[in-house]
């Protein structure tokens, strides 16, 4: 059974540190005449990570998921229609695009992202040497 690790996650910034980052990229002078509005806008978002809303605005799956009820974030992308091309029947996914991800995601920011990392690095592994010799991988 694989152990689940915890503890990867940086720890929370301090007030000033966060105030020192968020202004970083607003250190053209250009910006001089907004610093009150990026004060305002800097409260907003220091609220925001202190109560962890990654992601406030959310939409529901929709018709054509196993679950239409379950919720995903509403970020601009465009839900997955029936014009969306699926992958056709027998074909091998991608294994090699998903265990090349280098996200700097942990357990802090997508609780159980070690070991879901693990479990993606390491399953492809026997696909990707069959993959060298031209032969598929049902797994």
């Given at each position: 059974?694989?152990?689940?690790?915890?503890?990867?996650?940086?720890?929370?910034?301090?007030?000033?540190?966060?105030?020192?980052?968020?202004?970083?990229?607003?250190?053209?002078?250009?910006?001089?005449?907004?610093?009150?509005?990026l004060?305002?806008?800097?409260?907003?978002?220091?609220?925001?990570?202190?109560?962890?809303?990654?992601?406030?605005?959310?939409?529901?799956?929709?018709?054509?998921?196993?679950?239409?009820?379950?919720?995903?974030?509403?970020?601009?992308?465009?839900?997955?229609?029936?014009?969306?091309?699926?992958?056709?029947?027998?074909?091998?996914?991608?294994?090699?695009?998903?265990?090349g991800?280098?996200?700097?995601?942990?357990?802090?920011?997508?609780?159980?992202?070690?070991?879901?990392?693990?479990?993606?690095?390491?399953?492809?592994?026997?696909?990707?040497?069959?993959?060298?010799?031209?032969?598929?991988?049902?797994?």
């Amino acid at each position: 059974m694989t152990e689940v690790r915890k503890g990867q996650a940086p720890p929370t910034l301090e007030r000033a540190e966060f105030h020192e980052r968020f202004m970083q990229s607003y250190h053209d002078p250009a910006f001089k005449a907004e610093s009150q509005a990026l004060g305002r806008i800097e409260v907003i978002a220091w609220e925001a990570y202190q109560e962890g809303r990654k992601a406030p605005v959310t939409r529901k799956a929709g018709p054509g998921y196993a679950d239409p009820t379950t919720t995903f974030p509403s970020n601009g992308s465009r839900p997955r229609s029936a014009s969306t091309p699926r992958r056709p029947p027998g074909q091998a996914r991608d294994f090699a695009r998903t265990a090349g991800r280098g996200s700097p995601r942990n357990d802090g920011t997508c609780p159980g992202e070690i070991s879901k990392r693990t479990v993606c690095c390491n399953s492809p592994a026997p696909c990707l040497k069959r993959s060298r010799s031209n032969a598929t991988c049902s797994t």
